[in-house]
């Protein structure tokens, strides 16, 4: 029997909807990585499928999906019969993530200095540290967004896709979400000075003292945590 087009063709147009509906998934995956990002969602709160339906404007099937894959990349929690929630760390977990951290963004900060005169990078950096304004982020006034833009530029001269790749499963967003209404203007001022001298030693070109001043830096960081109130937490999975 003539069917009028090929199975190659077939194949094809499969593949063009079988793509199209990636893009989708993608899409709201994106927009609702950024809402959790930028606070809108806190952490523990449930996502209700039907209102993120309502205000994305996508089908229940591709907000599932999305959600099924920012679940993997273990920003979300699937709660049986509950649906998803934004993932609340247990105190360990996240002592957990800040050892794994400093080991990972130790080297980050080392391999920056190592290229810090490669290509564009020592403009790049410098454009960073004039953006955040180093010497004011001893305030919760934008500190958690620029906080997460040096670190992350630190990771993006460094040059090695692999440790980033690695190093964006760690959720700093998330976790600075959750620990945020405990800080308090020391810690701030704590953090803005650590920050001082990684730049500095990156700046410098001095390898070892970047990595050190980074180790120390997240050490630090993961000390803290074991002094919070045990309402911040989730219990130990």
Known sequence: MQTGYSATETVDESDKLTGKRGEAVERVAQQIRDAIIAGRFAPGQRLITRELMADLGYGRGTIREAL???????????????????RRFSRQEMQDLFRIRAVLESLAAELAAERINHGDNRRQFQAMLDSVELNEMDSEAGFFGKNLTFHHTILKISGNTELQ???????????MLQVQNAMRT????????EHQDIAAAILAGDPERARLSMEAHLRRSGGWVQTLPEKLFSLAR
């Open 186 to 193: 020391e810690q701030f001022r704590h953090s803005t000075r």
């Open 165 to 175: 790749a690695l190093l964006s499963r760690m959720q700093l967003p998330i976790i």
């Open 68 to 86: 099924g894959r920012l679940a993997a990349d273990g920003l979300l929690d699937l709660v049986p019969n509950q649906g998803a929630a934004v």
